[in-house]
């Protein structure tokens, strides 16, 4: 195996579905507090969710509390409940690279932008023959840092 050609640097987001994201955000902001900073929706994702903050700069920590926006149709945003973690990356292209090398398996749609605007891809939960390393059955999401959260988070 070759070097890594790029470092986790920390947490990005977690994300929680439900059939009911008001129920969600009444946990979330009404009982513990955390404040909601945006909002989310994207058919071609099937989810409609709410952008939640803990912390502040560079330490923040996305919460998502997504909903379907078709229960019927994939992806189920709702199930499992703890839909998947995201992590920031220093160097994602090189990463999915280097990942991809090592028999990753990447879910469909490559790099894109995220719904907070940074280029992200995700590791399919599963393998497959052609591609036997997953996320061992998370859903993980790798997500560009930007330069302050590279400063931040390296040192």
Not at 31 to 53: F, M, Q, T
Not at 83 to 94: K, P, Q, R, T
Not at 120 to 138: A, I, Q, T, W, Y
């Amino acid at each position: 195996m070759t070097e890594r050609p790029f470092n986790v640097l920390g947490i990005q987001q977690i994300a929680i579905g439900g059939l009911d994201k008001g129920a969600l955000t009444g946990l979330w902001t009404g009982l513990l507090g955390v404040e909601k900073v945006g909002d989310y929706v994207a058919e071609s994702e099937n989810v409609d969710e709410n952008i939640l903050r803990l912390g502040s700069g560079s330490h923040a920590v996305e919460i998502d509390l997504m909903q379907p926006i078709d229960p019927d149709k994939s992806p189920k945003v709702h199930s499992p409940a703890l839909n998947h973690v995201g992590l920031w990356i220093d160097d994602l292209a090189a990463a999915v690279a280097w990942l991809t090398e090592q028999g990753m398996r990447f879910t469909p749609g490559g790099i894109r932008k995220g719904a907070s605007g940074y280029d992200v891809c995700f590791l399919h939960p599963k393998g497959n023959d052609e591609s036997p390393r997953s996320g061992e059955g998370v859903l993980i999401e790798l997500v560009q840092a930007p330069s302050a959260v590279i400063d931040a988070l390296s040192s």
